[in-house]
Structure formats: C-alpha cells, structure tokens
C-alpha cells in the first residue's frame, strides 16, 4: 500500500500497491495525487497551477499545483515513484525593497497559521487512513497540539489509536489522585491552564495541561513549546507567589571543585592554611 511520511510541514506519499477494494484502472498512483488535490480543495484550500513552472518549464505543468487557505500554503509535485506535498508560510518583508519569502518551518510559523496547519494535517491523516495507507512520522514532526495527540496515540497509557482533537481529552484527570494533584493539593484537569517555573532560567511560566505518565504532565504553551512538568510544580498563581525572575545560584565550577578538596582537610590542615596567609599578607 503506498506510504505516507510526514517530516515538519513536508507529507511525502510513496507509490505502492493499494487494497484492492481501492484498485483503479489506468495509473492508481496519478489518481492518488489528482485525488489529494480534489480533497484539499474540499476543505477549503484554493489549487491551481503553479505559475512559476508553468512560464519556465510547460511540460513540467501538469505535475506541479500550488494554493493555499488563508495565509497557510502548499506546493505540489508529482514524480512516478512519489509525490510530495509542503505547506508553508507566506510573509511580504518591506524594507527597501517588497518581497516574498518562505518559511517552511513549523516552529517559524506565527501562532494562527501553526493551529491552520495542525488543523488541516488532523484532517489530511484522516483522509490517509481511509484511504488504507500506512503512516509514518518522522523525528521532530510534531509540535504543539500534534505532539501530544501522537503521544497519546503511541502510548500504552492513553486509550486514543487514531488521530483526535485534543479538545475531546479536556477535563479528564489522572488515574491516581497521587499523579494527579498541583503543589496545593488541587485535583489537575486536562486542558487547564497551570503555572510552573521553568527551572533553567527561572522565568514564571504558563501553559494547558495534558497528563502525561505517571505524576508527569504535558504543557502547552502559546508559543507551542511543549514542557514535560512533574505535578508538585504546576500551581494556580496566587498574590503571594514571586512573579519575577528566580533563577538558582550557580558558582563557578573551578570554585566548587576547590570547596570539594576544602572539605577533605582536617580542621588542623585548615588552621595551618589560615596561619601561612596571615603570615604572607603581613610581610
């Protein structure tokens, strides 16, 4: 059957023998790709020609679509053993001079076109698996609200083995009570907004909560970065709580190493040591 592998914002779709209850005449593998093409105009999505090849390479004109929803857009190119999809960002930069350019990563999309685009791969790995083929993902593929529903969808601790809205998991909580409960005792909710401090900058930060394993959760932040945070330090902010930076005493590692052999000296070694510096400051 053919085979999907998603990697970042790219889907390629490898030709392959489809279930028979899917064979069609002619070339399955151009239908296939004429059929992607019908399907993302049905959610929305203009696809056209792309302009580009069409002016610099006519013959090429056939196998290349491009088009978009909104400020999401694609390119599409078809090749005998496969084809391939990439969805990007479109952004016009006036400086001296006004010009487009790409951005084909996942984490360089602004925050509405990263939710356009995990809305429209929920909707694209759908249509793959109803159309029988296999799915593969690639490392680093997932982020944001992606990652945690592959997770769920991976893990032997989650029910979930399709792809789902990650909204339909909202108000669960933990199995345990003991994996469950904030640094104030109060029982933790899937999709719940929660504070932490992030322990290598010590900056207060936020984000919605999805339990992970054990007394680990999973948080989502605005940015899409998501924090893996053990339970006992997620919390509601309160008056109290310091809002400002708190970030850990770290001395030098040539100062700790010289402590560590301080304190393998006997306090006779130590007085010594203090006698022959009084005597060397006082010449």
Wanted: contains cysteine; aromatic residues 14%; proline residues 2%.
């Amino acid at each position: 059957m053919p085979k999907v592998t998603i990697y970042d914002t790219r889907f390629f779709i490898n030709r392959g023998e489809l279930p028979l209850s899917c064979k069609r005449e002619g070339n399955p593998h151009w239908e296939n790709f004429k059929d992607l093409m019908l399907f993302l105009g049905s959610i929305g999505f203009y696809v056209s020609e792309d302009k580009e090849i069409k002016k610099k390479y006519p013959s090429l004109n056939e196998t290349h679509r491009v088009g978009g929803f909104d400020d999401l857009r694609f390119k599409a190119q078809y090749a005998n053993n496969r084809f391939e999809i990439e969805f990007y960002q479109d952004i016009v930069h006036v400086a001296s001079h006004s010009f487009f350019y790409y951005l084909d990563k996942y984490e360089k999309m602004s925050y509405l076109i990263q939710k356009r685009f995990d809305w429209t791969m929920e909707k694209l790995l759908k249509y793959f698996e109803k159309c029988g083929y296999s799915i593969e993902f690639q490392e680093n593929t997932c982020k944001g609200d992606a990652f945690i529903i592959r997770d769920y969808i991976r893990s032997r601790h989650h029910p979930q083995k399709e792809w789902f809205s990650l909204m339909d998991v909202d108000g669960q909580t933990a199995e345990h009570e003991m994996n469950g409960t904030d640094r104030d005792g109060n029982i933790l909710r899937n999709g719940e907004t929660k504070y932490f401090r992030n322990w290598r900058n010590g900056y207060l930060m936020r984000g919605k909560i999805y339990h992970n394993i054990n007394d680990m959760w999973w948080v989502l932040q605005a940015d899409g970065q998501v924090k893996n945070v053990a339970c006992c330090d997620l919390f509601d902010l309160k008056e109290t709580d310091f809002r400002g930076r708190r970030k850990g005493h770290r001395p030098p590692k040539e100062y700790v190493e010289r402590k560590e052999q301080l304190s393998l000296c006997s306090v006779k070694e130590l007085e010594r040591e203090l006698k022959r510096r009084d005597k060397k400051w006082m010449r």
